[in-house]
Each structure stands twice: as structure tokens, then as C-alpha cells.
């Protein structure tokens, strides 16, 4: 009979223990996890750019409150529809114009730099959406 309490009371133990320890990683592990954000419904070519280049200052987790309240992506589908076209508007002319990503942030991230191939992927996607949203 004792050593069947030894062996329950030694099971009870490591239960214990194993299962502070499944809280314990479990908490570490989602602090490292990856920060999935809500997208606003684009195209997958078109987030891929976006979460890629401008959700560092256009989600309302950013730090920059002139960029979110400019636009900011998590919010998209509650703007109306004219507020989109003229987010996308503005949107096409920053980007022919080079003026986003700011040179500023780019200096410190240069790997967000849209290249030739995803500045005309967004150019072309911004027009056509414009288009789809007037009809």
C-alpha cells in the first residue's frame, strides 16, 4: 500500500509540474508568435505589398499617428466607399510619385523599398479598383 501512494503522489507531482510548465511555454511562445493582422479583403499579390511595406505605419498598432489617421489598412472595410477611392486615389499618387515608404523610414528599413515589378502591381491594382468601386 505504500508504494502505491509513493507512485500516486509522485504522478501527481510531475502532473503538476508538467502542466505548469505547458502554461508557462505556452505563454512564452505566444509572445513569440507571429503578429497576424486583419486585411481588409485585398487581393493576396496586393496585402503581400501592403503588410510587406506600409502596415509598420498605417495599422492602428503604429506608433506614427499622422500615417494611421491619414489611412489605416486594419480599418479599411469601415471606410465608405467614397473614402476608398479617395484613399486609393491618394495611394496611386504617393506611389508614382516615390514618396512612400518615406525616404525617412526607409533609411532605417531599407528592405521595405517597393521594387519596379510591386510599384506597378499597386499602380494597376489601385486603378482598377477605383474603377470596379465607380460602377
Known sequence: MRLGEIILGVSFIVLIASLSYGFHNRDINEEKSVD???TPGFPEEIMEI???S???CH???SGN???KDALDFLKWNEYKTAK???????IQEV???EEMPPEKYLNSNPEIKLSEEQLETMTKWTEEEIDRMLE
Open 36 to 38: 497576424v493582422k486583419p
Open 50 to 52: 501592403v503588410v510587406h
Open 54 to 56: 506600409c502596415y509598420d
Open 59 to 61: 495599422t492602428g498598432e
Open 65 to 67: 499617428q499622422k500615417a
Open 84 to 90: 476608398k477611392i479617395q484613399l486609393l486615389n491618394k
Open 95 to 97: 506611389l508614382t510619385e
